[in-house]
Each structure stands twice: as C-alpha cells, then as structure tokens.
C-alpha cells in the first residue's frame, strides 16, 4: 500500500478546532477558475507534515476543516468520511469545507 504524506496545521478558534489539511504539491499555489479562487496559503495549510492515518486522528478532534487537493479528497471519499456531494472543484483541483 501506498503512504500518502499531506501538510496539515491545526488552528485554535473560539468555536473550536479548525484543521487545515492539503496536498504536498499543491502548497503555496493559487487556482483561479472564473470568479473563483483556491488559494493554498503554505501560512494556513502548512505546519507540517501527516501521513493518512495521522490525518484520520486530526480529522477526528477537529470542528471544521479545509481541505485541498485531488489526493487527500479522493483518501476521504475512499474511507467514507467524506462524500462527493460535499466536494467542489476550482482549476481541476478538488476543496471541501466540513463544519
């Protein structure tokens, strides 16, 4: 089995958790897609680095996330935590926004 390795960071609001999760090749990039726009600031997403399971635990704790990117949507959709009505996609690349 493959290990996918995805950028996560964790932010502490008053209404709880917030995790941030993207792909690794995508940080730091810009996709524009109309009027629509997916920025994948490497300041939000990226405060280090998580393996699929890790990203489960996280997930787990959070009270929302954003997430960014083909392979980390398409491990999500794939473990059924999160289901293709929920996922947009700007430029080719695939968000979700859970509350």
Known sequence: MHILNFFSKRHSTEKGIVVAVCDKDIAGQVFEENEFVLDIDK?????GNITETELLEILKNAHSANICGNKVI??????????DEQVKTIAGVKYAMVF
């Open 74 to 83: 398409e491990f999500l959709v794939e473990k059924n935590i999160l289901e």
């Open 43 to 47: 300041d939000f997403f990226c405060g």
